[in-house]
C-alpha cells in the first residue's frame, strides 16, 4: 500500500537538517509529509514525524542508507512511531525485525496484529516471555491448531481467556478450560454458544458468583436450570437471569419486588415491559433502577412525569434532552428547580412560542440567555430579552438574526460594550445603526464595523 500527500508540496533537494526542522513545525500537513520524504531530513527528525506521518518515512529514500549508517537505528526511535511504521501493510521485514527487538511493547504488538505474520514468526510470538503477545497470537483467527492446544495451557489467565473466546477451539480444550482454576476464563466459557450442556451444567454450581451470572445470560438452559439461577441467593445471578430473551411473568413480578436495585435494574431494562410496571418503576427509590429506563424508548408519560420527580440532576437533563417529548412533559420540565434543566429546553425545536415565552421571563439570566439563542424565539420575545436587565442576555440577543431592526438601534446605544460589540458582528446592520456603532466610545466597537 501507498501513501501521498493531498497536496504536493516540492521541497528544495538542498535543505539543510536545520530547515528541515523548522519546517517540520508547519501546520500544513503536506509539508510535514514532504519533510518526512526529503533525503536530507536526519533520523531524528524522521523519528519526531514518524507517528502521524509513518507512510511518508517509509517513502523517504535515504531510511535505508540511514539504517546502515546508524545500526540500531529504530531502536533508538519512540515505540509509538515504530510502531506506526511496523503496522504498515508494506512495512519492510527489517523494520518488522527492529519493532520485534524495539524494547516498547507497542511495536512488537504492531507486528502481532499483522495480516501477513509468518509461520515462524507466530510461532516464536506464541512462545514470548511477554503475556501480551502471547495473548494477540490467542485471539488471531489463522493461529495455528497447536499453537492453540499449547496457549490453551498458558500460564496467563488473559491467554487462556483469549484462548476460551475463539469459535474454532476443539472440545476437549472447552472441557478443560470449563474447569480452569480462574474464574475470568471459567466464564467466557460459560458464554460461548456451542457450549455442552455438562459443561453448562457444571458452570451453573459454580463457586464464582460472575461464572453462574454468565451461565444465567444464556438463552438456551433448561428450564429447572433457569428456575434455580433465578432464585439465586446472589443479586448478580438473579439479575442476569432478568436479561433473557423470554421470562415468565412470575420472574417479572418477582425481580419487581426483589431487594437488590440491581435485579429491578435488569427488570427495567427488558424489552416489552409492562406498563404498570415500567410506571412504578420509575418511582423506584433507587437511583440504579431508574436510570435503567432512561435508554427506553417507549416511556409513557406517567414514566417520565415520573422520572421528572428525581432528586438526580442527571436523569432530568436526560428526559430534557430527549426527543418528541409530549407536552405535558415539556410543561413539567419548565417548573424544574434547576436551571440547567430549564436551559436545555430553550434549544428545543418543539417548544411552543408560550412555553419558549415563558423562560423569555426565568428568574435566572442563563435561562433566559438560552431563550435568546433559540433558532426562532419570535419578535415579542427577542424584543424583550433585548431589553433585559441583564447584559449576558442583551449580548445573546443582539447577536441572534431575527433581531428586530428597532431592538437593533437601541442596543447600539447599550451601555454596557460588550452588548455594543456583540452587535457589532453582525453583518445585516442598516446604515443609521452602523453610523451610531463607527462613533461609539469603545476602540473595538469601532474596528469591529470598520471604522
Known sequence: MTHSSPVSVPLPSDLTADALARLSQSVDVSVREAVARHPNAPGDLLNLLGE????????NPALTLLRLAQPGLLGGWSGE?????????????????????????????????RADLTEQRMRNLACNAQWQLREAMAKRR???PELVEMLAADDDYDVRKAVAAREDLPGAAVERLAADAHAFVRAVVARRLDLPLAQMLALATDDDYDVQASVARRHDLPRALRESLAASDHPAVRAAAM???????????????????????????RPALPVPVMERLARDPADTVRRALLDR?????????ALLASPEQDVRLHVASAADLPGAVLDALLLDPDATVRTVLCVRPDLSAEQLGRLSLDASAEVRRGAALAEHPGETVLKRLSVDAHSGVRRAAATHPDLPAGAARALARDPDAGVRLALATRGDLQPDVLDVLRRD???????????
Not at 243 to 256: T, Y
Open 52 to 59: 502521524h506521518h509513518p507512510h511518508a518515512v517509509l517513502a
Open 81 to 113: 512511531t515504530v510502531a506506526r511504521l511496523a503496522g504498515l501493510p508494506d512495512a519492510p521485514a527489517w523494520v518488522q525485525d527492529a519493532a520485534l527487538r524495539h524494547e516498547s511493547l507497542l511495536p512488537r504488538l504492531a507486528v502481532a496484529d
Open 142 to 144: 489463522d493461529l495455528l
Open 243 to 269: 436479561q433473557a430473551w423470554q421470562v415468565p411473568d412470575a420472574w417479572l413480578e418477582r425481580a419487581e419486588q426483589d431487594a437488590d436495585p440491581e435485579v429491578r435494574a435488569a427488570l427495567a431494562r
Open 297 to 305: 424508548d417507549d416511556l409513557t408519560v406517567d414514566a417520565l412525569l
Open 441 to 451: 466610545p469603545d476602540g473595538h466597537v469601532r474596528a469591529e464595523v470598520g471604522a
